[in-house]
């Protein structure tokens, strides 16, 4: 059998158990959600540049998350209904005020305008990609239950977190630059006003739904 390997002994993870790890992270992380929304609306109003600094904070989120599987505090955070249920409403009330600030708000969260940019330091753009995704309680599942049936107990498990991790942390910052590369291309482009509203309450009626959904999200 064929292994991916770093040394002889540490970091060997089966290629196929590789490639199907590969697989559900990009359908995961490619497919439109709330992060994906955010950042695309940010790099329309306000650069690629700027937009990557969210990128960025999402993805560290993840590594943070990656963390509290690998240590097993977040199977203890699903089991807790208390801390499960926090982390839940916090991403639903989050989601809810930036779908419904697009929504009412003259410019909103999520304006395409070149000449109507909100001015954000990079940290605080950061801090809003990082709380999107660590109040998000199906990433916090998706780490917790998904991501150790690629772990093989049999070898050591802290290189193949670390690996593992490495791998998702490219994926989101590839798979988010690219929505961001999009989002930066449309405010080259003349939009109408029109257009421009229908796009931020388009936007942020999807995340709404993406939080009434998540307030469905159950532990499992």
Not at 84 to 95: D, M, N, P
Not at 147 to 161: A, E, G, K, N, T
Request: glycine share 6%; proline share 5%; net charge positive.
């Amino acid at each position: 059998m064929l292994y991916f390997s770093t040394t002889e002994e540490a970091m060997m993870i089966p290629i196929e158990t590789l490639l199907l790890f590969l697989a559900t992270t990009i359908v995961v992380v490619i497919s439109p959600g709330p992060a994906a929304i955010v950042v695309t609306g940010e790099a329309a109003s306000n650069g690629f540049k700027k937009s990557f600094s969210v990128i960025l904070g999402i993805a560290i989120a993840n590594v943070v998350f990656f963390a509290l599987s690998a240590t097993g505090i977040a199977a203890l955070i699903i089991a807790s209904n208390v801390l499960f249920t926090a982390i839940k409403w916090i991403g639903v009330a989050y989601l809810l005020y930036l779908g419904f600030g697009a929504i009412m708000g003259s410019a909103g969260p999520l304006t395409i305008s070149p000449s109507r940019r909100e001015v954000a330091s990079y940290h605080k753009t950061f801090i809003r990609g990082f709380i999107l995704e660590a109040s998000n309680p199906k990433a916090l599942l998706y780490f917790s239950a998904i991501l150790p049936q690629f772990i093989d107990i049999s070898r050591p498990v802290l290189p193949q977190f670390a690996m593992l991790c490495f791998i998702t942390l490219i994926i989101d910052l590839c798979c988010y630059s690219l929505y961001a590369y999009l989002g930066n291309k449309s405010n080259k482009v003349a939009i109408s006003p029109f257009i421009i509203k229908s796009i931020n309450r388009t936007a942020g009626g999807l995340l709404i739904f993406a939080g009434v959904k998540m307030a469905t999200v159950e532990r499992q």
